[in-house]
């Protein structure tokens, strides 16, 4: 009898090790190996499996939009870019509590209210958990097809009798387990098992499977990588719990595009749609005080005002403290030394504080004009126009460079109420469009931030901005 050979496979990257070592050398994580069986090679003693032979085609030929089916959820729609598209694999991932469950069972409940087949298959919860939140949330009446079951072989069975859903939820990927592979449910060999099976239905049935995923402590999706890359589809849900705000983003789109966000407000009746999610963020601004921003941001096609709030404060230790919260910590890093270097703001001496109110995460370089305006007028205590936005990339000589969509945020920010806008002087022809289209929204171009923090210290109490610029230098 051949012996079973062993392998230990890291189960945060999948990388395979012959034997046991408590760093895995592809990723670096400590004790992440865990030992599962290997598949046996093909020897003398066994024989390989013979292909079968299939048909080769050319590139000439008609090509047709991927038909898609709405959810029924619009934000989830925009997200995955116009429905769920036939045969499709999506895996969704995001902190536990976030509300992954929540959305899915609203948007199968949709579905099966519009007459077509959704099944929801649960293995982290019992199917009197599940109907109690579809009690709870007024969905106890759609005919939503429920189990809790574990066995993809078992799964896959019972959806191959009778008609072909259109949308399955697996809750969750890292519960599934499949005969073929010799291991505990959850391990890396699990998982990728699993959601191979499920993938081989979906493109077989043509129907739309959602995988539920688990996150890592570092925000990372838990299993291999392998398995973002065999699914068509990855979203990330993403919020803080302190906050009402839930951010759902598609980290990678096979059908549509990948910089787009739905948002979605946590209530008492399940998640709300958020059709304007500027008003929602400003709606409990500070008005008046210093170290506030407003900066016209762009998600996606959808332009979206967010908050930005600065803190400069004299510190007492060796070494200022730079906190940030929603915003790239390196990116505050490179605007603080251009606030030192180019325009003589000395803050070696204060830790610094950023936070994006709401909740929101922004990833653009377009807020580097925003966040050193906040920045400033913190330091200096002068509290920034109410009705400005601000937007514009810095660059390390300090100068302001042009970003894109410059009027979907100003078109955006003036049907907010907004009428003046800080941008960069490059981008004149937008403003002057924005002037002529809105005559109450006035734009003022800035080419370098030195002219800026001259702007925002003259703002200051009398004596404070000459006090302020005497002390930076």
């Given at each position: 009898m051949s012996k079973r050979s062993l392998s230990f496979i890291c189960q945060n990257c999948g990388a395979a090790s012959?034997?046991?070592q408590g760093k895995c050398e592809a990723c670096g994580e400590w004790n992440s190996l865990a030992e599962e069986g290997a598949e046996r090679p093909a020897g003398p003693g066994r024989k390989a499996?013979?292909?079968r032979l299939f048909a080769l085609e050319g590139l000439s030929g008609e090509a047709h939009d991927a038909p898609r089916l709405a959810s029924g959820v619009a934000e989830l729609d925009r997200v995955t870019g116009g429905g769920f598209v036939r045969g499709s694999v999506l895996l969704m991932?995001?902190?536990?509590?976030?509300?992954?469950?929540?959305?899915?069972?609203?948007?199968?409940?949709?579905?099966?209210r519009a007459?077509?087949?959704?099944?929801?298959?649960?293995?982290?919860?019992?199917?009197?958990?599940?109907?109690?939140?579809a009690e709870r949330l007024g969905l106890r009446d759609a005919p939503v097809e429920l189990a809790a079951e574990t066995s993809v072989e078992d799964i896959i069975a019972t959806l191959s009798e009778g008609k072909t859903p259109r949308l399955i939820v697996i809750d969750s990927i890292q519960t599934m387990w499949t005969d073929l592979v010799e291991s505990a449910p959850g391990t890396v060999t699990q998982v990728r098992g699993s959601a191979q099976a499920l993938i081989r239905y979906a493109k077989r049935s043509g129907a739309a499977i959602i995988l539920v995923g688990h996150v890592t402590k570092d925000g990372q999706i838990a299993g291999p990588r392998v398995v973002e890359h065999m699914v068509d589809a990855v979203l990330s849900f993403e919020g803080d719990g302190t906050h009402q705000f839930?951010?759902?983003?598609?980290?990678?789109?096979?059908?549509?595009p990948t910089d787009e966000i739905g948002v979605f407000e946590m209530t008492g009746a399940g998640l709300a749609e958020v059709a304007n999610p500027s008003e929602l963020f400003l709606s409990?601004?500070?008005?008046?005080?210093?170290?506030?921003?407003v900066f016209a941001g762009m998600e996606g096609t959808r332009p979206i005002l967010v908050e930005i709030q600065a803190l400069v404060a004299p510190t007492s230790l060796g070494t200022p403290r730079r906190a940030v919260v929603g915003w790239d910590t390196s990116r505050l890093a490179m605007v603080l030394a251009v606030l030192e270097a180019h325009c003589g703001v000395k803050l070696g001496g204060h830790d610094v504080y950023l936070n994006v109110a709401g909740g929101m995460r922004i990833n653009e370089p377009a807020a580097d004009l925003a966040a050193a305006a906040a920045l400033v007028s913190s330091l200096a205590n002068?509290?920034?126009?109410?009705d400005a936005v601000y937007f514009g990339e810095v660059s390390l000589s300090g100068a302001i460079r042009r970003v894109s969509h410059g009027a979907a945020r100003l078109k955006e920010a003036a049907k907010l109420g907004f009428t003046r806008a800080v941008m960069p002087e490059a981008a004149k022809s937008e403003a002057a469009m924005?002037?002529?289209?809105d005559p109450g929204l006035r734009a003022s171009t800035v080419g370098n931030l030195t002219h800026l923090v001259a702007d925002i210290a003259a703002l200051g109490k009398p004596g404070k901005a000459a006090k302020t610029r005497g002390q930076d230098g």
């Open positions: 012959h034997r046991w499996p013979k292909g991932a995001g902190d536990p509590g976030i509300g992954k469950s929540t959305l899915l069972i609203q948007a199968t409940a949709a579905l099966a007459g077509h087949r959704a099944v929801y298959i649960s293995g982290e919860e019992a199917v009197a958990q599940v109907r109690l939140r839930r951010i759902l983003r598609a980290v990678k789109n096979r059908f549509g409990e601004r500070d008005l008046g005080q210093p170290g506030t921003a002068a509290a920034l126009p109410a924005a002037e002529s289209g």
